[in-house]
């Protein structure tokens, strides 16, 4: 069974950095698309970004294009989200998602895709 386990959340100001993990186990982790969703209060759950298995596609939300850079390390079955320029509105809980479709582009951002999700981590951005 594929477990995911994010860490790294937390406080910081805005303007300040934050790297996510994601270790994925029970998996073949190189064939699975990975990605990073968040949820802010009183709001849905969004896209925020994702890699295919190979690390040949990457897409990014439009609100965190430039600041935000999501990695894979297959040697530690790890997916990274390095947050960089945080802003306040960046404060919400990320999920870690995972899927063994073998998802397109155009299909990464879509929260129905992915079968396997973390608890979550919390990242709160004071002003």
């Known amino acids: 069974q594929v477990q995911l386990v994010e860490s790294g959340g937390g406080l910081v100001q805005a303007g300040g950095s934050l790297r996510l993990s994601c270790t994925i186990s029970?998996?073949?982790?190189?064939?699975?698309?990975a990605a990073w969703f968040r949820q802010a209060p009183g709001k849905d759950r969004e896209f925020v970004a994702g890699?295919?298995?190979?690390?040949?596609?990457?897409r990014y939300a439009d609100s965190v294009k430039g600041r935000f850079t999501i990695s894979r390390d297959n040697a530690r079955n790890t997916v990274y989200l390095q947050m960089e320029s945080l802003k306040p509105e960046d404060t919400a809980t990320y999920s870690c998602?995972?899927?063994?479709?073998?998802?397109?582009?155009?299909?990464?951002?879509?929260?129905?895709?992915?079968?396997?999700w973390g608890q979550g981590t919390q990242v709160t951005v004071s002003s």
């Open positions: 998602a995972a899927s063994a479709r073998g998802l397109i582009w155009s299909s990464m951002s879509q929260q129905a895709q992915y079968e396997y």
């Open positions: 029970g998996g073949a982790f190189r064939t699975l698309t």
């Open positions: 890699k295919d298995g190979g690390a040949y596609r990457t």
